[in-house]
């Protein structure tokens, strides 16, 4: 299922701009060619090519992320897609009143990032975790211990996070209102 | 403020209201020592604008208060660069201004009536206040010792480096940038501790403050990217990078666009495409965190670093492939010349002709940093100890700014900052080495404070015993010595070589005093009073601000180089000969040309000691008219004697400043003090300038430009006529005179 596997590459990453696509692949490619690499769980066997690598991450995302954190992918990747949409519409139609573009492109591309951010700081805040951020934390391994405010970072709460998201969403647009002429 | 170094403080279980409210009046009492020892100036002289730069600064502020926010954003200045004019609102930096206009109108609200020229005058002391405070706020996000905060506060407050351009009456950029420099570093260390979005986003708030305030945040917007670039090739990607960092960058860039001069530079000039390329990177890197959780694997660091090299070449190739096409601006040349000492000597002679772009001797680091400076060094190997991510950006800031402030002596400014934190982390690891336990001699009121708010440190740090009195005692002898002598030297420094406002000078009469020099306002005065109001002043462009602030009147050029050939046009005009300079006059509408001549009281600073520079940049537009060679003289010398080159003794600059200087001094006796040479017998000859008025010393001479003859004579024909009725005196006087030294 082609589709599937095109979805796979662009939802999770939410991507910028279409060139994390490219890298998608490059990363599922060098992971294929690592056999060490997929003692991961069930499906992934040793010699799994990428796309079977990507469709076994699709799954993995379609079974472990909570509902909640779900909707803000999906706001993730409608911001790309805007983005995305611009970015081609100031490249194919010119891009004559260049403010306007600007303030909706990054208006786009900071909106994009803030929802990551909050994205991050709700996952990793504790209740909402998958083998996502598990995953993640074993990863960091080695270097977790250095972090002095891990602890610290777990303390913000989802309220905060929140309010944080507000915060800065309500600067961000402040600017681009003030930008776009 | 509650910040977490203030929790830290009242965590103790007892007394902590009391080390708290020490810690907040040694705080008051920095601040208050870095604003009064900055006040000399005021107390010398008076409460005067100092010094080039900040009388345009003046002037917009007072623009801006008179006429409006608006009308200040749209300025269309026809005052200046006459016939151009300037696009004033849309190219400069407009934070100094409306902050001391905000301040100005905050007063009036509480009705404080207050001049507008003292709330310039005593902005930059006011600030370092502040920056004392944000120092203080950086340094605790460093160290866990709580004295290092506080020796970096006070540091911050008397270091010279820092007072150099902060004094009363400096009403420079640098007076709030480097607070807001300092701030923002600290808000950026607080993000990235945090992790939080509304630390980052008020780094970028800070950091959209300090773009509409000083052309050197393009230090942050590189300093912050490469930081985050150092902890990522050492693996310490972790979330709280990743939200500091986007947040600062997307709502940072967007910050820094509002401001007109800057407007799309950050997306099109390359020295911000660093931090683009970052935020790119940093995207891939989370992207592949993210996947990293569902694929579990022990390549996978190897696979990320691999990752990041790829792409970071790609993107370097395309930086290159589009710097190359022209898509994005080729770097400034000011960055240019911080990478290549000789790149503005070559290249751009009017960025080099600037002294405060020279490289910065030696002994200046001592002079501006006293015994920081070796204290320095041992600061950042304790960040190395450490390493977190906190002493990562010390270390990377220390190592960029050191180079830079080697570099141009005007980045000693940037320098200085970091080299407090390093040297206050140092200094109070050996005061908490040493003086930790002891109820013996104290350093300082400061130290004696911080000691005693350590009692209860002991128990927790893992301090090295130092035992032995002996030891204890001399090293707090010494370190109070050293403190002591740091305070002496910032005073003196201070007091001595900062404080000058260069618009009044002041020199000691053999009694020993004072002896004002006055003659740059004398002069101002004389324009504002008897010229008429749109009478165009031709000088060189070292004292256009001056005089469109104090004679109010419209200037050729002035210190905002921003036309080069218009400058060299100026040059061309005061290096040619009046025959070639009299077209260039009348074509720009010159009314009154004025030099600065500082022969007859030794005053170094003068037009023809500058004189050169004008040449060279004349030179740079002009190569076939105007050549530098031909201003010295066969041996290579440049001399303004008897044996002065041709052109040289030809060039209008030369005829205006001695123009009738030999008439002061007995025949052949006519002395110029500040090259040391006696000047020939004959004095200049001008025929296309009249003098207008000089000022009591000399130092500024105004000449009004001739109209055309009346009977349609060239000028030289018309003052030949003139002289000619005596020309049979003077050669009978030339006669004798001869005889007489033979």
């Known amino acids: 299922m082609p589709s599937k596997r095109s979805t796979a590459a662009a939802s999770p990453a939410a991507s910028p701009s279409p060139s994390t696509t490219a890298t998608t692949t490059t990363t599922a490619a060098a992971a294929a060619s690592t056999p060490k690499l997929s003692s991961g769980p069930k499906t992934l066997s040793t ?68 929802t990551a951010s909050l994205r991050m700081q709700t996952t990793n805040g504790g209740s909402g975790s998958g083998s996502a951020s598990s995953g993640k ?44 002429n | 403020m509650a910040d977490s170094p203030v929790d830290a403080l009242l965590k103790g279980s007892s007394g902590r209201t009391t080390r708290g409210m020490l810690r907040i009046i040694i705080l008051a009492i920095i601040a208050a020592a870095a604003v009064s020892s900055r006040l000399f100036s005021v107390i010398r002289f008076e409460s005067i604008i100092h010094e080039f730069d900040p009388w345009f600064n003046f002037r917009a502020t007072k623009y801006l208060v008179q006429h409006g926010f608006h009308s200040f954003w749209d300025w269309f200045d026809d005052r200046t660069w006459h016939p151009l004019g300037r696009v004033t609102g849309g190219t400069l930096y407009p934070g100094l201004m409306v902050t001391s206009g905000v301040i100005y109108h905050i007063l009036r609200f509480l009705t404080i009536p207050v001049d507008i020229r003292n ?47 902060s004094v009363a009456g400096s009403y420079d950029n640098e007076a709030i940038a480097i607070f807001l420099l300092v701030f923002t570093f600290y808000l950026w260390i607080k993000a990235v501790k945090n992790g939080s979005i509304m630390w980052g986003a008020l780094t970028a708030l800070f950091y959209g403050y300090m773009v509409s305030a000083w052309g050197g945040y393009v230090f942050i917007t590189n300093l912050i990217p490469l930081h985050v670039f150092v902890l990522l090739c050492m693996g310490r990607y972790s979330p709280r990078l990743y939200i500091s960092y986007t947040t600062w960058y997307a709502l940072g860039t967007l910050a820094s666009m509002q401001i007109p001069f800057v407007g799309f530079l950050p997306i099109r000039n390359s020295d911000h495409m660093s931090a683009l390329g970052i935020f790119g990177l940093i995207q891939l890197v989370a992207f592949a965190e993210f996947v990293r959780g569902f694929i579990p694997g022990k390549q996978f660091q190897r696979l990320l670093t691999t990752m990041i090299i790829l792409v970071a070449a790609v993107a370097f190739l395309g930086l290159v492939v589009l710097s190359a096409s022209g898509v994005i601006a080729p770097w400034s040349g000011r960055f240019y010349s911080l990478w290549d000492t000789g790149y503005a000597k070559i290249h751009i002679p009017i960025i080099a002709s600037v002294s405060e772009h020279q490289p910065t001797a030696w ?72 003086v930790l336990t002891t109820p013996g001699p104290l350093p300082r009121a400061k130290s004696s404070a911080e000691s005693s708010s350590d009692g209860l440190r002991s128990t927790r740090g893992a301090v090295v015993g130092i035992t032995s009195y002996v030891s204890k005692a001399m090293i707090t002898v010494s370190v109070a010595i050293y403190l002591l002598l740091f305070v002496a030297h910032c005073t003196w420094v201070t007091s001595n070589a900062y404080s000058s406002p260069s618009v009044v000078l002041a020199s000691r009469l053999p009694d020993g005093s004072q002896f004002i020099i006055d003659d740059y306002r004398e002069a101002y005065y004389w324009l504002r009073q008897n010229t008429p109001e749109n009478a165009k002043i031709m000088s060189w462009w070292d004292y256009g601000y001056q005089i469109g602030g104090m004679a109010d009147r419209p200037t050729l050029v002035d210190n905002n180089t921003w036309n080069n050939t218009h400058i060299a046009t100026v040059g061309k005009a005061m290096s040619s000969r009046e025959e070639v300079s009299y077209p260039i006059l009348r074509q720009h509408d010159v009314d009154y040309v004025l030099v600065v001549f500082g022969g007859l009281l030794g005053y170094s600073g003068d037009d023809i000691n500058k004189f050169l520079w004008m040449v060279r940049i004349a030179e740079g537009i002009w190569p076939d008219e105007v050549k530098e060679r031909d201003y010295f003289t066969a041996r290579g010398e440049y001399r303004v004697d008897d044996e002065a080159a041709p052109a040289m003794r030809n060039s209008l600059m030369y005829k205006m400043s001695y123009h009738n200087y030999h008439n002061l001094f007995q025949p052949g006796q006519a002395m110029d003090r500040v090259r040391g040479s006696r000047l020939p017998a004959e004095g200049p000859q001008l025929s ?55």
């Not at chain 1, 989802?158 to 402040?174: C, N, T």
């Not at chain 2, 009591?696 to 003859?709: A, S």
């Open chain 1, 137 to 180: 934390t074993a990863a960091k391994g080695k270097s977790g211990g250095k972090f002095m405010n891990e602890s610290g970072e777990e303390g913000i709460s989802h309220e905060r996070a929140f309010a944080d998201f507000v915060f800065g969403s309500l600067i961000l647009h402040f600017f681009c209102i003030n930008f776009i």
């Open chain 2, 363 to 434: 002994p200046a680091f001592f002079f501006d940093l006293n015994f920081l400076i070796w204290l320095f060094p041992a600061g950042v190997y304790m960040c190395f100890r450490e390493l977190h991510d906190e002493h990562v950006f010390v270390i990377i800031y220390s190592v960029l700014a050191s180079y830079f402030a080697g570099v141009m002596v005007r980045l000693m400014l940037t320098l200085t900052p970091i080299v407090c934190v390093a040297a206050a982390v140092a200094l109070s690891t050996i005061i908490d080495t040493y």
């Open chain 1, 47 to 114: 010699n799994s090519s990428a796309f079977e690598i990507a469709q076994h991450v699709w799954q993995q995302y379609l079974t472990s992320t909570p509902q909640r954190t779900k909707m803000l992918d999906a706001f993730m990747g409608f911001l790309a897609l805007i983005g995305a949409v611009q970015f081609l519409y100031c490249v194919l139609a010119g891009n004559y009143p260049f403010n306007a573009f600007l303030s909706g492109f990054s208006a786009s591309v900071g909106q994009f990032v803030l």
């Open chain 2, 119 to 165: 709330i310039c005058v005593l902005l930059a002391p006011a600030f370092s206040g502040l920056t004392a405070f944000a120092m203080y706020l950086l340094t605790c996000e460093m160290t866990v010792s709580p004295s290092a905060g506080l020796l970096a506060a006070a540091f911050m407050g008397i270091t010279p480096g820092y007072i150099s351009r």
């Open chain 2, 688 to 742: 296309t300038l009249e003098e207008a008025y000089t000022s009591e010393n000399w130092i500024i001479r105004i000449y009004k430009v001739k109209d055309l003859d009346n009977l349609g004579r060239s000028h030289n024909n018309a003052v030949a006529f003139d002289r000619g009725q005596k020309r049979k005196r003077a050669t009978k006087r030339k006669g004798p005179r001869v005889l007489r030294t033979e």
